[in-house]
């Protein structure tokens, strides 16, 4: 069943005879070595002075210059500390769990260090809040590395002593005309509230105001009309059993993220049962990609839906103004929340007062225990009234002085020119920034605040869930926090490391440093003095108002576009992140870019095309994007499958220009169209001339196309059917009897005794699997994986050792595919009927694999190699020996999952690649134990060989045998889902041996018999409808 | 930096031809600092000889180094005063009560006891109740004796060698040139008297033997012999391909790397003499990948009271002025002020010369090998304890590396790790005792990642 559905990576393959498609399956390198270029052109070719002989004797004396130039070695000089910290073992890792609170992340981490400079972040299994640790987490230890940080405090451009600093702004705020105000992120810290309670007392005249980059202004105000209490509510997925979201990416960064693992719990078939998720979305997310059911709607729309999934549950309705199909769809998803009882929940990402009232009325109609609202979320507590009251008052001059922190408004505020304006006429502008960002530019005062990972800190989490900072290296710079800078200024002599403490003076010394040890710890807020008064107090919303406001049909003129955040780039903070950037897109599989998603019907309807060129490489048309009187030129198109008609998607965070390298100032502003803080806006297109070069992924490393690797079903199927039926092992005819490909009998090798020592597999569940990416950036981190830049990927140059491979598939059932498929006569009419199934997935279906090395036993990549530089290993690991590979490529050629990358560059120190390998600060992330590869050699996963061995040497060290459990990979300790598990197959209790014999196991390309030690786990869907 | 050991094939004949010339300068310097030895040795039997009113310094010398020498020094200030002519300064009852509790003597509010309490920065001298008054008196006598004269001979001994040393290196040089300088002379005056003979021989018309008529010249005759031309080719190209290979073979490996380090530390006194424990300083070994260079804290630790060798240190060719020099440039670097026995907080980190230099795509880790298999750091690091200053004794190539897998027993016994897989692996090599290339020690990535 599963072999029978056909899955495409992009709409090129659907097309009749595409040639790229052909090139791309026949060639795992594409591009020829550019003799031609050279050898081509014989006139040059003549032209020139160098004959073949006077070559060779080049050749050979630079051979012989190289290697006498070789017989002396380099003198490596070794510095000792002078007295050697305690804790501190040169060789030896320590941990530290701290917290990444930066406005838009928050998460308990633990972090990796070597001899004193944090080198990687991982989850921190002991927080109780097990959230958030996503792709963008795992990177940030790489931004604090960034050469383009301030560095010192600054005066009107000019580098000053932090005395002098104080005392200039000592004195400004004291003689200051008009209000003083702080501009802040959301810290969600006691202590620091407590800090500006203390810094308002004593200057008088202060406001603060909170500034949610990317707003969750509705959801707030809805949840404090209702339960007067600015915050969010927290809803634990791990007890739900219907899911159905309205616009809410909650798998990516909606209301702070973090809701995926909980989520993929009840994702995984167990007795029979997993939950059903039901999405109802304009832009083709993250979440919409793993729903059961996913329906296409515009935003507008969405409105509709959510009004009338509120009439049939909680108002009684029997009817809604929706069309026929998606009435349906609503009438049965409202059946099935009636039936789920409290294990179903509703969650919704429309930027509407509203809607989010109805969210929270629906589900304390069903009575969700899914959603808790007593210990609700508070990592967001923006307020987009006061911004916008704050940008009026700074045009109308009654702000005297401005601090701004952790926020870049100059940037990314819609009205950011208004801002900027305003910002220069402010007598005192103080900009606390860690880049000399848009903002920092305009201030009179930058000063230079330190990394999270430089920094002291508490954050509550949730309303009785809280977490500490804690540095983990001395700073970098002349930095000093924004907190510690209000204690100065507020006269107090007293360290914030001091300040945190005394605010949490309840805890006690024990407890104190039992939840600094674990990072995380529960209790309740400290009082925090007197607040700053708020002027905005939300009042009650009468549902019937709301349900009527939603009903009414807002569709307005021209194209609904909804602005989103990429699990890669978020709100744009870590745009100088060069992982981030070359991190693809989950859905997309662009990378270094954001884009105009866009409907397959809409963009014929303006002429816009995507096409691939001959190498892969994807085009796309370029638009003009006009919003009243704001206009975006030339932002690329992207043809997205799924897209809601009628909707376009642009992506937030990028398009930033100051504090950032050239090479990553890439893509467009879309912060300008972002119009009073909401995610939906009416907007025109115009096609522009010109073609966008996308680095886009989706096309590389094509399995010659043997494009069956997926194996899906349906929990129907599943509960019902044999495993014979849908998870059926390839069989082949050994005297004329089906035989299984992996009985002995049938294999051309003779297998090696891995039934002694340790034998490492590595599961893959593409039931748990959301896509997310936190893997890949931890692979990243761990492997030293060098960034290649936007032109190199391009060329399918990208040196992902980990990549997530995205397939669709069309119908919306699995009978449509294969009635289809068996119809089908010849190629040629196949491949008609393939461009038929494009034209009918509007709305494909979506599954998420990632593919690292299968490290086969029967590996094809070790027959081939000329010099025995790849090679197995008795534990199971496919062996890369760096040293011994002389760059034939064909390992690369010969490996049917297309895992091998290319070496064509040095990466490190080299100006071409000007990223963090290329300067000396970018390369102290660099993990000590893994060689950092040079120009010509092959490299691929390793499955974590250091960490498997540093496992083994800890327990001989201690004279114990390993417990299951143990063992992991960087990628399987990234992955808080649970979706990839990594153990020792010969140890009879490891839960990996329970995996390889589940039922849903299966092995890519089975037929081929490679017999890989990377299993995956059949993805089932949940179709059943009410 | 010091020259190479073994590096250089080709430089191998110019040091042969070194030692073989230098040999006899040792040989004449080293009987020189015997002598010096031998003189040293009756100077000080004959200072400790004579005895004292204040008892018996002998065993006064022996009671001092077990209880007195970590704090105090006889002529020099250490972490306590220095302690000759302490008897002028206090009386016999008072220094004997001081010894025996010197904190009651303070807090009973002795003005002298105080006034030396503060002075060496308020640290109590521990209490020696059970000495008796003649042990005490024994202590004194020793450190009363007066201080010892450089011993003359020896002092000589020792400069001479020195000297001598440097003369020989110099003489040696001076030699070689002067005789050479007369060969060629020798050779001049040869070839002016020939000429000047056959001169005279015409001159006086001596019929000179006319040069006799030779066959072929040898080398054409060698030439025209195909077959020993092939054979020598031959020969010759073998020779020079063995030269080659030699020569490619070694290139990278610096087996024998003796650089000369910022501090002259010499492993012989630490680890051969006074035989510290290896991984008593080098204390990373059992845990980490990395021996760790220790830290200068770590040398503190001891050199806090040792401020300078004992005479008996010193060698021929490093005088003790020489190694208490070497001290006091680790004070320098750890900001150690002898004089006010304090820190001063300014420290300059030393800048270590590297030995042993594995290439970045090698992964070594010293804790499997030290903790887990228990080999000895002499197994790879050679005689360490026996190195003035350290070389590099291994090749470090990864034939060595790979031989020793091979042949290395894995010890197993008593470490639970290892039941599981020694009970299957014995069962299927049938052998009782594993090597580490049976466990997996020969895998590729088991050192390149």
Same mark, same amino acid.
């Given at each position: ?5 056909k899955y495409w990576k992009s709409v090129e393959e659907l097309k009749e005879?595409s ?137 009107? %451009? ?87 979201s309205v616009g809410a990416d909650?798998?990516g ?7 995926? *693992? ?16 039901i999405q109802f979305e304009s832009n083709m997310s993250l979440t919409g990609a793993n729903a059961?059911k996913r329906v296409p709607v515009t935003p507008s729309q969405q409105r509709a839906v ?9 108002? %009684? ?5 929706l069309s026929g199909k998606i009435d349906d769809a609503v ?18 990402g429309l930027p ?87 903002? *920092? ?112 049909d807002s569709e307005g003129k021209g194209l609904q576009l909804s602005l989103y955040t990429k699990i ?16 693809p897109d989950p859905l997309t599989r662009a990378?270094?870019d954001n884009y105009l998603t866009i409907s397959q019907e809409d963009a014929d309807s303006f002429e816009l095309i995507n096409e691939n ?5 994807l085009n796309g048309s370029y638009v003009n994007l006009k919003m009243?009187?704001?206009?975006l030129?030339n932002v690329p198109v992207f043809i997205q499958p799924g897209q809601a008609k009628g909707s376009v998607g642009l992506a937030l %965070?990028y ?12 893509g467009v502003?879309a912060?300008?169209l ?5 995610s939906v806006q009416n907007v025109s297109l115009e096609k522009v *001339?010109?073609m966008h070069?996308f680095?886009c992924?989706q096309l ?71 896509g ?34 995205r397939y669709y598939s069309s119908e919306d059932t699995?009978?449509g595919d ?15 009927q393939f461009a038929e199934l494009e034209l009918a997935a509007d709305n494909p279906q979506v599954v998420f ?124 300790? *990234? ?52 | ?449």
């Open positions: 069943m599963s072999s029978n559905k005879k040639s790229i498609v052909e090139t791309l399956q026949q060639k795992e390198f594409i591009e020829d070595i550019p003799t031609d270029e050279f050898l081509g052109d014989k006139e040059s070719l003549s032209g020139t002075s160098t004959t073949r002989r006077d070559f060779l004797k080049y050749v050979g004396f630079s051979t012989a210059a190289a290697s006498l130039a070789a017989c002396e070695g380099p003198v490596i000089k070794s510095i000792p500390y002078v007295v050697q910290p305690e804790r501190i073992v040169p060789g030896v890792a320590d941990f530290y769990a701290t917290t990444i609170a930066d406005g838009f992340d928050f998460a308990s981490v633990l972090v990796k260090t070597r001899e004193g400079r944090p080198i990687k972040i991982e989850n921190n299994a002991s927080a109780t809040v097990k959230a958030g640790v996503n792709a963008r987490v795992h990177a940030s230890v790489l931004s604090m590395y960034d050469s383009q940080r301030v560095k010192r405090p600054m005066m009107d %451009g000019q580098n000053v002593s932090w005395d002098n600093f104080d005392q200039q702004i000592m004195n400004s705020l004291k003689s200051v005309q008009g209000e003083i105000v702080l501009l802040t992120q959301t810290f969600a810290s006691p202590s620091t509230t407590k800090v500006i309670n203390e810094f308002s007392a004593n200057f008088g005249n202060v406001r603060h105001v909170v500034y949610d980059t990317v707003s969750e202004d509705a959801a707030l105000t809805a949840f404090e009309a209702k339960y007067g209490f600015r915050a969010l509510p927290n809803y634990d997925f791990s007890k739900a059993e219907v899911i159905v909650f798998l960064d909606w209301q702070g993220g973090g809701y995926d *693992a909980g989520y993929a719990k009840t994702r995984i078939p167990k007795n029979g049962k997993m939950s059903r998720h059961d959510l009004a009338s999934l509120y009439g049939y549950i909680v108002g %009684g309705s029997s009817s809604s103004n009438v049965k998803t409202a059946t099935q929340l009636r039936e789920s009882g409290g294990k179903g929940v509703v969650v919704s509407d007062l509203d809607a989010q009232t109805l969210v929270l009325e629906i589900n304390e109609a069903l009575g969700s225990q899914v959603m808790d609202t007593a210990n609700p979320r508070m990592t967001r507590q923006g307020n987009a009234t006061a911004v916008t009251k704050l940008v009026e008052d700074m045009q109308n001059g009654s702000i005297g002085a401005i601090l701004i922190a952790g926020v870049n408004p100059a940037y990314s505020l819609p009205n950011s020119k208004e801002f900027a304006k305003a910002l220069k006429d402010i007598e005192v502008s103080v900009a606390f920034s860690m880049k000399e960002d848009e903002t *920092a530019k305009l201030c009179k005062f930058v000063a230079a605040t330190p990394h999270y990972l430089e920094s002291w800190g508490d954050v509550q989490f949730n309303k009785n869930n809280f977490s500490l900072m804690q540095p983990t290296i001395r700073p970098l710079f002349d930095t000093r926090q924004f907190q510690e800078c209000l204690l100065k200024w507020n006269g107090s002599d007293t360290s914030y490391y001091e300040y945190i403490k005394e605010t949490w003076s309840s805890l006690g010394t024990n407890e104190w440093n039992t939840a600094l040890h674990d990072g995380v710890f529960e209790g309740t807020a400290p009082a925090l003095g007197a607040a700053v008064t708020s002027e905005f107090v939300a009042s009650p919303i009468d549902t019937s108002t709301a349900v009527r406001n939603l009903s009414v890669s780039m978020g709100d744009g903070q870590q745009a100088n992140n060069p992982w981030l950037q070359e991190m990378s270094w060129v001959a190498n892969g490489a009243d009187d704001v206009t030129e %965070g398009g930033k220009k100051e504090g950032i390298k050239e090479e990553m100032q890439v502003n912060y300008p972002y119009k009073d803080f909401k *001339a010109g070069e680095a992924v590389h490393n094509t399995l010659m196309g043997r494009g069956d690797i997926i194996k899906e079903t349906t929990l129907e199927i599943f509960n019902t059917k044999d495993v014979r039926v849908w998870n059926k092992v390839p069989e082949v005819s050994l005297n004329h009897i089906e035989t299984p490909v992996t009985s002995p009998e049938v294999d051309l090798w003779e297998s090696f005794d891995r039934s002694i020592g340790h034998h490492f597999n590595l599961s893959i569940d593409l039931n748990a699997c959301t997310c990416g936190a893997c890949v950036i931890a692979c990243h981190s761990e492997n030293n994986v060098p960034v290649v830049g936007k032109t190199e990927v391009r060329k399918s140059r990208d040196m992902h050792w980990l990549r997530i491979d699995f009978t294969i009635d289809k498929k068996e119809d089908m006569s010849g190629l040629g009419d196949s491949l008609s694999q990632p593919v690292m090395c299968q490290h086969c036993n029967h590996a094809p990549c070790e027959t081939v190699c000329p010099v025995a530089a790849t090679v197995h290993g008795r534990q199971g690991q496919n062996q890369m020996v760096y040293n011994r590979c002389v760059g034939t490529r064909y390992c690369g050629n010969n490996c049917p999952y297309k895992v091998r990358r290319f070496n064509w560059f040095n990466y490190a120190k080299n100006d071409e690649f000007d990223y963090h390998m290329n300067n000396d600060l970018g390369r102290m992330v660099l993990n000590p134990d893994v060689t950092v590869r040079s120009r010509g050699v092959m490299e691929k996963c390793s499955m974590c060989m250091q960490i498997t061995q540093k496992t083994i040497l800890d327990a001989k060290r201690d004279g114990r045998a390993i417990e299951d459990g143990e063992f992991h990979t960087a990628c399987s300790a *990234a992955c808080d889902k649970g979706a990839m598990h990594f153990g020792d197959v010969n140890d009879k209790e490891a839960k990996i041996v329970q995996l390889k014999e589940n039922k849903r196991m299966y092995h890519l390309l089975e037929y081929v018999g490679t017999k890989p030690n990377v299993m995956y786990q059949t993805k089932v869907r949940n179709t059943s409808e009410a | 930096m010091k020259k190479v050991k073994f590096r250089h094939s080709t430089t191998r004949l110019l040091i042969l031809s070194a030692i073989f010339l230098f040999s006899f300068s040792d040989l004449a310097f080293s009987q020189e600092g015997d002598v010096a030895a031998d003189q040293a040795e009756p100077q000080e039997e004959a200072a400790a000889a004579p005895g004292s009113d204040l008892g018996d310094p002998v065993n006064g010398k022996s009671l001092f180094n077990s209880l007195c020498a970590a704090c105090h020094k006889p002529f020099s200030k250490a972490i306590g005063p220095a302690l000759h002519k302490v008897t002028d300064k206090y009386s016999r009852d008072w220094l004997n009560t001081w010894i025996r509790n010197s904190s009651a003597m303070i807090a009973s509010g002795d003005a002298q006891a105080i006034a030396i309490y503060e002075e060496y920065n308020k640290v109590a001298m521990p209490a020696f109740p059970a000495l008796t008054d003649s042990e005490i008196g024994d202590i004194l006598a020793y450190v009363e004796q007066p201080k010892p004269e450089p011993p003359v001979a020896a002092g000589s001994g020792v400069a001479a060698g020195e000297t001598g040393a440097g003369v020989g290196g110099v003489s040696n040089n001076v030699i070689l040139a002067i005789l050479a300088f007369i060969l060629l002379m020798l050779l001049l005056i040869l070839f002016l008297v020939n000429k000047t003979l056959r001169k005279f021989a015409v001159a006086s018309g001596v019929e000179l033997p006319a040069k006799k008529e030779r066959g072929t010249p040898i080398w054409k005759a060698f030439v025209q012999n195909q077959f020993l031309v092939l054979v020598t080719s031959v020969i010759v190209l073998l020779a020079a391909g063995y030269f080659v290979y030699g020569f490619f073979m070694q290139v990278g490996i610096d087996q024998g790397y003796q650089p000369i380090q910022p501090i002259h530390y010499s492993h012989r006194i630490h680890a051969g003499e006074n035989q510290i424990e290896c991984k008593f300083c080098h204390s990373s070994a059992r845990v980490s990948k990395h021996s760790g260079i220790p830290s200068l804290n770590v040398c503190m630790n001891c050199h806090v009271s040792i401020g300078e060798v004992a005479a008996e240190t010193a060698t021929e060719e490093y005088s003790k002025e020489f190694y208490d020099n070497e001290i006091a440039k680790l004070y320098d670097a750890v900001g150690w002020d002898p004089e006010s026995q304090s820190y001063t907080g300014e420290t300059k980190p030393v800048k270590w010369v590297r030995i042993h230099n594995l290439p970045d795509f090698a992964y070594f880790n010293h804790s499997q090998h030290v903790s887990v298999a228990q080999i000895e750091c002499q197994t790879c690091h050679g005689p360490i304890e026996e190195m003035e200053i350290v070389y590099q004794d291994a090749p470090l190539t990864m034939g060595w590396c790979i031989n020793c897998h091979r042949e290395t027993n894995v010890k197993m016994e008593g470490n639970e790790y290892y039941e599981k897989i020694h009970e299957e692996l014995s069962n299927k090599y049938g052998v009782e005792e594993l090597t580490a290339a049976q466990l997996g020690g020969l895998e590729c990535a088991k050192c390149h990642y």
